[in-house]
């Protein structure tokens, strides 16, 4: 006889592994987690558009503005590698979950502070799981890809970082432009909750993942080609940087474009990036380390071209995108071959990655912003990096030598 006063208790449904999810499966996974690094690649870059009116509400100069997107990349910094060191036991569906969390608090945050010193704050929380969220996202995608589609798979997941500076980033800009900056970083966490709610209910268990401890992923740093990698991703990528950040300045002093279309300009730059991360996830797959060296030789030659082409606003715009499209194709290049040097310390060698991109962001904009205080025009920071693609090619030859040295005894 049933107890009248007894409860129905719903069983959740067991998640499932990896090696159980459908191809379909896999890819609503790597979509899910592409969502993710929409969500971040729009905080990451909303911030510049919307710096001077950030700048007039909280009465600060727009230098000092300057300091809210520091504090993201040092968030950056500072949590790629200490989040990826001290979270190797953890599960990693748990820990993609935790980490989208933190992106959608840190936002969260950010779209409630009301001083200068508080967005700070929150702005540093809210780059603190960046790194650590790209290298997961990109590792449990890789982990259950097919091996030869393991760079196809890495760049997929950093397509949603590409697409938001098409879509995210103007979108952001606009509603902070209509309703006050808040409600740029309020929608950054909208968009983080709809992607962590798709994790609760996609992700499966990443079962193939074994969990490490901090001294194993420590030892990514006694690897000389994991710092031979990190290096190329700073000086590599810092060129593309000292560009972007005074690409506003070079187009209409330089080129004479009217301000109004500095939209189609970081669209064009944001069209090519998508492309160029495709790319890139190609290469990978085919061959890391001659992909390496072609693309921060077509840097090197599309930011020479720069130079010469900036003076016409129409052939700086199309070269400025095509620059984009090789610049980010490094990216997803450089994360395969982290995953392959560290060995058993891959989640930290891959959020290195995208900690080495922020400061490559941080070394181009202080490099290209040196060269201009010099008195040199606001092209000559092209050239500056065409000075650091040849040094990272520089950098490339003793690290290719060194590993097929490695391969071949």
Known sequence: MTNRYSTWTP?????????EISEHRRLAVMLAMSFGSFAIGTTEFVTMGLLSTIASDLQVSEDAAGSIITAYALGVVVGAPIIATLTGPLPRRRLLLWLILAVVVGNGLSALAQTYDTLLIFRFIAGFPHGAYFSVAGLSSASMAPITQRGRAVAFITMGLSVATVAGVPAAELLG????WHSAYALVALIGLTAGTMLWYLMPHMTEMKPTNPLVELGALKRSQVWFTVAIGIVGSGGMFAIYTYISWIMTDRAGLDPEWMWLVLM??????????????????????IGIVFVLSMIALLLTGFYFASSHAVLGIINFGVAG???????????IRLMEVAEDAQTLAAALNHAALNLANAAGAFIG??????????????????AMALAAICIWVPMFLLRRRKISV
Do not use: C, H, K, M
Request: proline share 6%; glycine share 18%.
């Open 268 to 289: 064009v730059y944001g069209i090519g990036a998508v492309g160029g991360n495709w790319f890139g996830g190609r290469v990978a797959d085919r061959n890391l380390e």
């Open 325 to 335: 499209f090789f610049g980010t194709s490094l990216g997803p290049i450089l994360q």
């Open 369 to 386: 912003g040196s060269v201009i205080a010099t008195g040199f025009s606001y092209s000559a920071p092209a050239l500056a990096g065409v």
């Open 11 to 19: 069983q959740r449904r067991p998640r499932p592994r990896q090696t």
């Open 177 to 180: 432009s209509a309703l006050g």
